[in-house]
């Protein structure tokens, strides 16, 4: 499947807001912080910055994942469990990029799922983390990837890192 991806729209905050919070409800060891309403709010806030891309589903146009970008740092990458494991994932990441020649993120050393995608999609780790540097405290990964004609990647602002999905 090769999905629809379009910039994000004030109406899809509601949801890649409930995207964020199953998200966090489907993993045991991640604590819960936010309200879904906290959440939403979150996800119209990247939106208003124009950071984020979404993958429609063929049917109906209902967000069925997306990817918040800002420059070459990937804030979020959400993909809704029912259209996991179909290619919207890679198809955001391929997107992004397509537009910069460096991405780098973090994620969670606990989210086995998420290192593995990000790995076989061609992103390197480069640093650990304690978990000190993030709300949740938890231990994370910090990964890079770079096009192959780009000799150093930009280092990333961390003092503004979100660990993904």
């Known amino acids: 499947m090769s999905p629809?991806?379009?910039?994000?729209r004030s109406l899809d905050a509601g949801q890649m807001g409930a995207m964020?919070?199953?998200?966090?409800?489907?993993?045991?060891?991640?604590?819960?912080?936010?309200?879904?309403a906290e959440d939403?709010?979150?996800?119209?806030?990247?939106?208003a910055?124009?950071?984020?891309t979404v993958?429609?589903?063929?049917?109906g146009g209902a967000v069925a994942g997306f990817l918040a970008r800002e420059g070459s740092y990937v804030h979020a990458l959400f993909i809704a469990p029912a259209w996991q494991r179909r290619g919207i994932g890679r198809a955001l990441i391929?997107?992004?990029?397509?537009?910069s020649p460096a991405l780098d993120l973090w994620t969670f050393a606990a989210n086995t799922a998420a290192r593995r995608f990000y790995e076989d999609a061609g992103f390197a780790e480069i640093a650990r983390g304690d978990g000190s540097d993030n709300e949740e405290g938890l231990p994370e990964i910090h990964y890079r990837w770079s096009a192959p004609d780009t000799e150093t990647a930009?280092?990333?602002?961390?003092?503004?890192?979100?660990?993904?999905?």
């Open 20 to 36: 964020i919070s199953e998200a966090v409800a489907a993993r045991a060891w991640k604590p819960r912080l936010h309200s879904g």
């Open 154 to 165: 930009a280092k990333p602002d961390t003092a503004s890192k979100e660990p993904g999905s």
């Open 4 to 8: 629809a991806l379009r910039p994000a």
């Open 94 to 99: 391929a997107r992004a990029k397509a537009a």
């Open 49 to 52: 910055r124009g950071w984020v």
């Open 55 to 59: 993958a429609e589903t063929p049917e």
């Open 40 to 47: 939403i709010a979150h996800a119209d806030a990247l939106i």
